[in-house]
């Protein structure tokens, strides 16, 4: 998916634009645009932040003035025939000049906060989004298109076992969707969807969430550095790896581990028995364990 962003333009002169990619755009703040099919003839449409257009492949737009911020998305083929089911060819959209959609506003707003933020998770948080857009557009925009075929099984514990295979051998680097999907043989698209009815997750929360149990694991080490884990966990930045630490585990990884060091310092001092009971603190979480 190509993500750009256009801040406010003061040029009046009539641009002719070409696309050929299907690019659909959300505008950042209050604002208008000067579209036309004739440079003579451009009509001026007023934005507020949220409004969305679906640009006009192929045919080109003059486009006049754009005194109106907005985040302009390109979506692949690829995804667009996935989510239709298409083997081949294009899928055609209904262009609009002003529209509105929740769940593509919602998703296009998760992707200026990731961009805004220079992108700490990854590609494959790109591609999910990007899938999920793609359904979104095919379902209300298409003027040709396949029925979806909604699977009613998930994947098999042999698919299940490759994938977790694939996820562990990958925490350090930038796994994609297609990636997960090539390796148990299915579209992106039909892997998304079966992977979540499977899983209860998706793609990228099943991933994320191994990474943050292999970073509890080396957080138990007292001489590790919080960068090292998270570098090893594939986090671009140790403010990344400990924001998502925080949201999801409601600790930080430094509490984390000073949580678990001191259960141990305690537990050595105190001389534990093999037969009491004691209580274990995982990040939020504790358990009753008895040695």
Known sequence: MKVELFPPDSD??????????QAFAMMLGPGSIEWGSKRSALEQFAYAAGDLA????????????????????GISDAALMAASDEPNGEVELRPHRKFADSRLGALATAVHAEMVAGFPSGRLFLDCIEQAMALALVSGQALRQRPVQISRGGLGPARL??????VHARLEGDLSLDEMAQS??????????????????????FVLRQKLERAKTMLHAPDARVLD????????TQQHFAQVFRDICGISPTGYRQDFLGY????????????????????SQSELLTR
């Open 184 to 205: 148990v043989g299915l579209s992106t698209a039909h892997f998304a969807r079966v992977f979540r009815k499977s899983t209860g997750e998706t793609p990228h929360q």
């Open 264 to 283: 141990e310092a305690t537990c050595a001092s105190e001389t534990c028995s093999e037969d009491i009971p004691y209580l274990v603190n995982r990040g």
């Open 161 to 166: 076992r490759r994938i977790r295979e694939l």
């Open 229 to 236: 884990v998270a570098v090893a966990c594939g986090f671009k």
């Open 54 to 73: 679906l640009c006009d492949r192929h045919q080109g737009e003059w486009v006049g003035l754009m005194n109106v911020p907005h985040l302009q998305l």
């Open 12 to 21: 009046t002169e009539p641009r002719h634009w070409v696309r050929h990619d």
